[in-house]
């Protein structure tokens, strides 16, 4: 019967951690799909946004540069005439040719241009730092009935800027492509020229107005993911909790079976003997056999009782408490343990003569579990202290064992938790040792503290208020 109990909480488990591997895979692979999805989303709406500030600009400004005569129409007037020279002089003399892009490019209206546009941007973008560079594309002459002559054309460069003070295209959108034409009818020449310039400009900054434009729209995209991550994280800690709270049940399952599988083996058989004629009529073996019975069932009442006191919480426990002297009510306990573990060395030194108020049997229980687990651990020598701090008496109990993992230490005073390497020592427990020291300090208003290496022993340190 108990190895069916045993098998079956077994699979139990084994199901239990295959659906939280599951979950937590599918849990995780949904968080990326949704941490995808907003990312993607995020992104969109970026490029949505830069387009649409791009399109302002380009709006604004094109009201700005489509014609040039609201700003000085002289001075735009004194460019056109620039063209025209450098057409006539290329007519006359072919070697001008290589001269045209530098001469234009050099042209002596290039800062007085740029002062006046630069201007005018400000005062219709108060809000933003703009640069801007107008670049010449192409500079193409038909003379007469001939083919065009292309003088020059080129992909937009930097190095063509004719006005402005962008100093990189890098950074810089496309504002219009502007194209003009002049011609000339006259007995000395009879041409006409296509020339072609772009506007180029960019915003300072523009990257964090897009962000504050979508201020709002990140908020909420940043705090929902924080939200799915934390909750994420919040469930595979709740589930690998109960999980453990699972496995803690089923090591105390396991351990309590095993508790009550020899007395109630010794039970079964004694009962079986008594039914024998040949035992009846022998008073001798009768009795024995009767107290064979009444200790197991006094060992399986003592097993209950301590399920039932020692997994008590702190707020149920009613104390007891009287004036006690600290010292010989210490040296009672290690004395009375010495006898029972004659292979353990005791060292003792109690350094303060205090009277406390305090539970007697509550705080005997408790300290000898920790003196046990300390025998249960593979100690060889127990140390025992005392001393009185800031008004608190501080009991410091160390061992020499094998220490407790890192990773462990904070689950030592749950219920029902075991130390795994306990097995090791051919010890067994229910798991409510430790906790009860824990509830009983706690019951005195006073606090236990653990420090321990793995191979190095273990202290505790139970304080309790004076």
């Known amino acids: 019967m108990i190895f069916t109990i ?36 995020v992104k969109t709406t970026y490029n949505y946004k830069v387009a649409q500030f791009r399109l302002e600009v380009k709006e604004k400004l094109a009201e700005i540069t489509n014609d040039y005569s609201d700003i000085d129409s002289t001075l735009f007037n004194n460019k056109d005439f620039i063209y ?51 670049i010449l594309n192409k500079f193409v002459i038909y003379n007469n009935t001939k083919k065009a002559d292309t003088i020059f054309s080129a992909k937009p460069f930097i190095e063509n800027k004719m006005y402005g003070n962008l100093a990189s295209l890098e950074d810089a959108f496309l504002v219009r492509n502007y194209v003009g034409t ?26 964090l107005i897009i962000l504050k434009r979508m201020s709002l729209l990140l908020f909420f995209a940043i705090a929902s993911i924080i939200t799915l991550i934390s909750i994420f994280v919040v469930t595979i800690k709740s589930l690998i909790k109960q999980k453990k709270i699972s496995d803690i049940k089923t090591d105390f399952i396991n351990n309590i079976t095993h508790e009550l599988k020899t ?19 022998n008073d001798l073996v009768y009795n024995q056999l009767i107290q064979t019975i009444n200790r197991q069932n006094e060992r399986l009442q003592s097993l209950i009782d301590q399920v039932m006191s020692n997994s008590l ?52 229980t408790a300290i000898i579990n920790v003196l046990e687990n300390a025998v249960k651990y593979g100690t060889k020598t127990i140390f025992v202290t005392t001393n009185l701090q800031n008004n608190e008496f501080k009991i410091c109990i160390e061992d020499d064992g094998i220490g407790i993992a890192k990773n462990k230490q904070s689950l030592l005073f749950d219920k029902f938790y075991r130390v795994e ?23 005195h208003k006073g606090t236990i503290n653990l420090v321990s290496e793995l191979g190095k022993g273990t202290q505790f340190i139970l304080s309790i208020p004076s």
Request: one cysteine or more; hydrophobic letters at 35%.
């Open 6 to 41: 045993n098998r079956a909480i077994f699979e139990s488990n084994f199901i239990m951690k295959q659906k939280i591997n599951i979950l937590t895979l599918l849990s995780g692979l949904v968080l990326i799909a949704l941490c995808v999805m907003q990312y993607y989303l």
């Open 84 to 134: 025209k020279e450098l057409a006539e002089n290329y007519l006359i003399d072919r070697n001008y040719r290589s001269q045209v892009k530098k001469q234009f490019i050099e042209n002596h209206y290039r800062k007085q241009l740029t002062d006046l546009l630069q201007k005018k941007f400000e005062k219709e973008f108060p809000d933003n730092e703009i640069d801007f560079a107008i």
């Open 182 to 207: 002049t011609s000339s009818n006259t007995s000395k020449s009879n041409y006409k020229l296509l020339t072609e310039d772009s506007l180029y400009v960019s915003v300072k900054n523009w990257e």
């Open 263 to 281: 007395p109630l083996t010794t039970l079964s058989v004694s009962t079986k003997i008594l039914e024998r004629k040949e035992v009846k009529e």
């Open 313 to 364: 919480g702190f707020e149920e426990i009613e104390l007891q408490k009287e004036k006690t002297k600290i010292n010989a009510f210490l040296e009672t306990i290690v004395n009375d343990f010495k006898m029972a573990n004659p292979a353990i060395d005791f060292k003792t030194n109690f350094n303060s003569e205090t009277q406390l108020t305090l539970d007697k049997f509550h705080l005997t």
């Open 421 to 443: 390497q306990g097995n090791l020592h051919n010890t067994k427990g229910l798991g409510l040792g430790l906790y009860y020291v824990d509830q009983i300090i706690k019951a």
